[in-house]
């Protein structure tokens, strides 16, 4: 599934940012969204991924504490706020969605080799 990512920005250390990715269609179709990215020299990872179905909600370590995933249906919108940002949080930052069913968060962000479809992201660069 290819969304539109946005809000990508370059900040200091310390700052915050909010993404968007707008979903094709009723975001409420897809069991489980997540964010991934994507940074200088390394492979496509997962940071947060959740279920709508129950909540079910996974963050990578790196990110615990400082980002929140969130969804608005009505605005078809999965939203990542990022605070406290760090140098290591530079990278492209992509959205993606499972559309089979019974797949928790966790195995959704773990597995990112599972999409072939991305859109073209946005970009996040935290100076130090």
């Known amino acids: 599934v290819q969304f539109v990512e946005s809000g990508g920005d370059l900040v200091h250390t310390g700052g915050s940012l909010r993404l968007s990715c707008v979903a094709p269609?009723?975001?409420?179709?897809?069991?489980?969204i997540g964010w991934f990215r994507q940074g200088p020299g390394q492979e496509r990872e997962g940071i947060s991924c959740?279920?709508?179905?129950?909540?079910?909600?996974y963050y990578a370590d790196s990110v615990k504490g400082r980002f929140t995933i969130s969804i608005d249906n009505a605005k078809n919108t999965v939203y990542l706020q990022m605070n406290s940002l760090k140098p290591e949080d530079t990278g492209v930052y992509y959205c993606?969605?499972?559309?089979?069913?019974?797949?928790?968060?966790?195995?959704?962000?773990?597995?990112?080799?599972?999409?072939?479809?991305w859109g073209q992201g946005t970009q996040v660069t935290v100076s130090a």
């Open positions: 959740v279920r709508s179905l129950d909540g079910d909600t």
């Open positions: 269609g009723f975001i409420s179709t897809y069991p489980v």
């Open positions: 993606q969605a499972e559309e089979r069913s019974g797949i928790s968060a966790q195995s959704v962000c773990i597995m990112p080799e599972w999409y072939s479809k």
